[in-house]
């Protein structure tokens, strides 16, 4: 069944916007954000941004759901801005899909960033499942293993990039460009898919090169599934 490139209005709520902010505009904000969020870090004593509500968030972010791994608070930004998914690595399973896509294609978020961290428990558990040969897990830990070791999986053979973390990023960044229901948006550069790392002791962000992503284990990820849409 083809994907329908939009939802229908009657499934909006009330009170959203029907434009979105121009995606490198919110790039950008999340980019300054995450600079002063890291002065303040440092020490610096900054003037108090604007507290007052945002009407409705601009960016979306998916991130790690380990202690400080990602959060409204890393963006400075007011509140109501930033909206985040978390989950173990993070990972994209059906649920975090469906908050991507509501985020992406609902609320018409302009950015949605791939965020991981360097100090990453997740990905590194997940790695190790991999390597061991990825034996029998409980519950969804089996299926989650590929997604959250896809960075484990990337990494070149000489070593010279050995950073499971930005690779998983990577992986995931290509997964979202490549999702049916998120094509028209992005194909059009009114949705950008950006990627970062957070460093976990500075709280700085290195936002990763828009490079083209090579295609990593296509087969091996899950597709996103449009029938499962709000599952
Ligand atoms: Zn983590």
């Given at each position: 069944m083809a994907v329908p490139p939009s939802v229908p209005d009657w499934m909006r709520p009330e009170g959203l916007p029907t434009h979105r902010m121009p995606s490198a505009q919110a790039l950008q904000r999340l980019v300054a954000g995450n600079g002063r969020h890291r002065r303040e870090c440092a020490g610096e004593n900054l003037a108090p941004g604007d507290a007052a509500p945002a009407a409705f968030p601009f960016a979306l972010v998916v991130g790690c759901l380990e202690p400080g791994a990602a959060g409204e608070e890393l963006f400075a930004e007011r509140p109501g801005a930033i909206e985040c998914v978390r989950t173990a690595g993070p990972s994209l399973g059906a649920d975090t899909m469906a908050a991507i896509e509501y985020a992406a294609?609902?609320?018409?978020?302009?950015i949605v960033l791939v965020l991981g961290h360097r100090n990453c428990g997740a990905v590194t558990a997940a790695g190790n499942a991999r390597s061991a040969g990825r034996p029998p897990l409980p519950g969804a830990l089996g299926d989650w293993v590929p997604t959250a070791a896809a960075g484990t999986a990337a990494l070149p053979a000489d070593g010279a990039a050995a950073d499971p973390v930005t690779g998983h990023v990577r992986a995931l960044r290509a997964q979202l460009r490549g999702a049916d229901s998120l094509l028209t948006l992005t194909r059009s550069g009114q949705l950008k898919i950006a990627g970062g790392v957070l460093d976990d002791d500075t709280r700085g962000i290195d936002f990763l090169s828009d490079e083209p992503d090579e295609v990593v284990e296509a087969a091996e990820l899950p597709r996103t599934d449009p029938s499962r849409y709000g599952s």
């Open positions: 294609l609902v609320q018409n978020v302009g």
